[in-house]
């Protein structure tokens, strides 16, 4: 069962009565209360909302419940089709919509008769084979949030006034009644934006710049999203400046003493003043979300400070004699684009060497890599294989203890003459083959049926993203845990090691 963004017919379910209930609905529709339970059958395909005790799709946790449509022609259904309707509230100028389910009025849960789970948005995407769409389970102890449902659309051909069926239909709003319902819906979908990004950064960071963002790592180059220091540090110190001159000038007017500023001051709390209040209405809400973050929200409110600093540039400048003035502009302007240029190589992927890099941490939290630029170890090429393993043809892993499948991409020189072969025995360890179709938990595996004769340091593949990679002069322990092994012994090794294939750092793999 999933959600996803739009209405089509696929979205019909038919409400029926619980499994083994009969309803006479003779008389007309039968309304639904809330307490009741009921059956949504879906209109194409004919099967049942269900859920069991299996764990769904995305999620592992022992709260989350499969949901699924379940049934076929001849099979009247069982209990655990059955889900109770809990009407949570209604509209206040729709009497009844609090006690019987009214499209559009009434707000409800559907709790699982047998769980006790209630059907649940999982806010999680399906990979493509269901077209990343939203995946819906049945959750316990889960927020009313996610597990609030209403009726969209109902029809009951059969159905007249004279039963007491009334239509409903959507209320008009009013232009603020609309304001507030857009805000409030993007607070909560902003509330909702939870997760555990290794660069997610809090608000109370932002403003002095502790760390930025690392988008995309290549060899001699990198982006790093930093921003100008000098500009980031000097607005934010123009922000405080403004502060405090407000609160001095404060204590001196109740003094009596009313400084002038150069006769700046009105202009600068006007304009500067605007702008701080600007800066603070684009940050200090952002301390209230609980979302997931970035430095990158800041933005906006880094643009009000800049201004805040323009502003204050002019109020410490204004009587300086013109020379003076544009002079300072000058170095300013300098100073600011030698530190623009200083980090243009993380901001736009120029490449630049280690000793470089690491000078430009000014700061300790900064954490981008400089073993991306020259010199450092992830900015030249893997280095060259041995001489053994180009020699070496590649071996498809056997699928059948009597044949083998040749792999036809795998080039073939007769001129090469055989290297040295290792066989795959060992009287001191066993290990068994794990079946890549029947050990999902673990991926897929490249499994050997039968002991094999392969070339030293060769690398065994199969159509799927898995090496063995064979290590012919190691000395294995005497047991090994059989957690996830096959305990029937079909091949002896000295020693394998199982790493994903795609993976740049051929250090990065797990030893049996």
């Known amino acids: 069962i999933t959600i996803y963004g739009h209405a089509d017919e696929n979205n019909i379910w038919v409400v029926e009565p619980a499994f083994n209930t009969t309803v006479d609905s003779s008389a007309g529709p039968v309304p639904v209360k809330t307490g009741e339970t009921v059956r949504l059958r879906h209109k194409i395909t004919g099967k049942f909302l269900h859920s069991h005790d299996k764990r769904p799709a995305m999620s592992s946790d022992d709260q989350k419940f499969e949901l699924s449509g379940y049934g076929f022609p001849g099979f009247a259904g069982d209990t655990n089709d059955d889900f109770r309707v809990e009407i949570l509230s209604g509209d206040k100028n729709e009497p009844g919509s609090d006690v019987r389910v009214q499209a559009i009025y009434s707000r409800f849960r559907l709790v699982h008769r047998n769980l006790q789970c209630a059907v649940y948005n999982s806010r999680k995407k399906l990979p493509k084979w269901a077209f990343e769409q939203t995946e819906v389970n049945c959750m316990r102890n889960c927020m009313p949030r996610m597990s609030t449902w209403h009726v969209e659309y109902s029809n009951y051909p059969n159905a007249t006034a004279e039963m007491g069926v009334k239509k409903a239909k959507y209320r008009p709003m009013s232009v603020w009644g609309k304001i507030w319902e857009y805000n409030k819906l993007m607070a909560e979908s902003n509330e909702s934006l939870t997760g555990d990004h290794p660069f997610a950064a809090r608000p109370q960071h932002w403003a002095w710049l502790r760390r930025g963002t690392a988008y995309w790592g290549g060899r001699g180059h990198f982006v790093y999203q930093l921003g100008n220091p000098l500009i980031w540090w000097a607005s934010l110190a123009a922000v405080a400046l403004f502060g405090l001159v407000r609160a001095v000038l404060f204590l001196m007017d109740k003094r009596q003493i009313f400084p002038s500023l150069g006769g700046q001051r ?247």
């Open 266 to 512: 009105r202009l600068y709390f006007s304009s500067a003043g605007f702008f701080v209040i600007a800066w603070a209405c684009h940050y200090v809400p952002f301390f209230l979300m609980g979302r997931e973050l970035f430095i990158h929200h800041y933005f906006p409110a880094l643009w009000m400070a800049i201004l805040v600093l323009a502003f204050t540039l002019d109020l410490f400048t204004a009587k300086m004699p013109a020379i003076v003035r544009v002079s300072v502009y000058v170095a300013v302007a300098a100073a600011v684009l030698h530190v623009f240029n200083t980090f243009s190589y993380i901001t736009y992927s120029r490449t630049w060497t280690k000793d470089a890099c690491q000078k430009t941490k000014w700061l300790k939290t900064w954490d981008f890599d400089c073993e991306h630029a020259i010199g450092g170890v992830r900015a030249t090429d893997p280095p060259p294989p041995s001489s053994a393993t180009e020699a070496a043809k590649p071996i498809d892993a056997v699928e059948d203890d009597d044949a083998a499948e040749e792999d036809d991409d795998a080039p073939v020189d007769d001129a090469v003459p055989e290297p040295e072969q290792v066989a795959l025995t060992s009287p001191s360890s066993v290990i068994g083959s794990v079946d890549a179709e029947e050990s999902s938990s673990v991926g897929n595996i490249a499994d050997i049926d039968s002991p094999v004769s392969i070339p030293a340091n060769a690398v065994i593949e199969k159509s799927n993203p898995v090496a063995v990679h064979v290590a012919p002069n190691f000395e294995p322990p005497v047991s090994m845990p059989a957690v996830g092994i096959n305990p029937e012994p079909k091949v002896n090794v000295s020693a394998v090691s199982v790493a994903y294939s795609d993976v740049e750092d051929t250090g990065a793999h797990a030893e049996l």
